[in-house]
């Protein structure tokens, strides 16, 4: 992981809210059409864990994207996200809404992006993270770049990294012991 500011660890301890691009972010960014037109996406089981850790701890977990996806709700369900929004045009009107719903402030929270479209909302919030594969504009604005990719790992890094900055790790493991 890449530390792009230098008070990034300050601003992991304080964030309420990790809201998230779909895809190259929860998935590789692969769509898969099968002969019958149905679409098919693939998410990465360690990122849904890393979700539910932070759920677990007290921090909210949302997605944002502008495309319609069933399989993204079936996911969404699976993890208990309560914050879906898709068929999005303006990202920043849906964080606004957010912020009115939430009661969390614009600088608690966490934007995950990799591409163009996310480039206004990851200005808009207080921590703007690349995945390690995002277009180099969206790289160049995030405070964090993750070493893994997205739909591979990125979600469980910045979730670890998150936990631990505020000191709930520990609470989380008691989970598994």
Not at 12 to 36: E, P, R
Not at 158 to 173: C, D, T
Request: charged fraction near 25%.
């Amino acid at each position: 992981m890449i530390f792009r500011v230098s008070d990034v660890k300050s601003k992991l301890k304080q964030v309420k809210l990790l809201l998230l691009d779909v895809d190259g972010v929860m998935t590789d960014g692969t769509i898969i059409y099968d002969d019958n037109n149905i679409q098919t996406q693939t998410f990465y089981v360690r990122d849904g864990l890393g979700i539910r850790l932070l759920m677990l701890a007290g921090i909210e977990v949302g997605v944002i994207t502008g495309r319609k996806s069933d399989a993204l709700h079936h996911r969404c369900k699976n993890l208990n996200i309560r914050y879906i929004y898709d068929s999005v045009k303006n990202k920043v009107e849906i964080l606004n809404e957010v912020i009115a719903k939430t009661g969390i402030k614009a600088e608690d929270i966490a934007y995950m992006g990799d591409d163009l479209p996310d480039v206004s909302i990851m200005k808009a919030v207080g921590i703007p993270i690349a995945v390690a594969d995002a277009h180099e504009i969206i790289i160049e604005i995030s405070d964090i770049v993750t070493s893994a990719k997205g739909g591979s790992g990125a979600i469980r890094e910045i979730s670890e990294a998150i936990l631990k900055a505020q000191n709930r790790w520990n609470f989380v493991m008691e989970r598994f012991k």
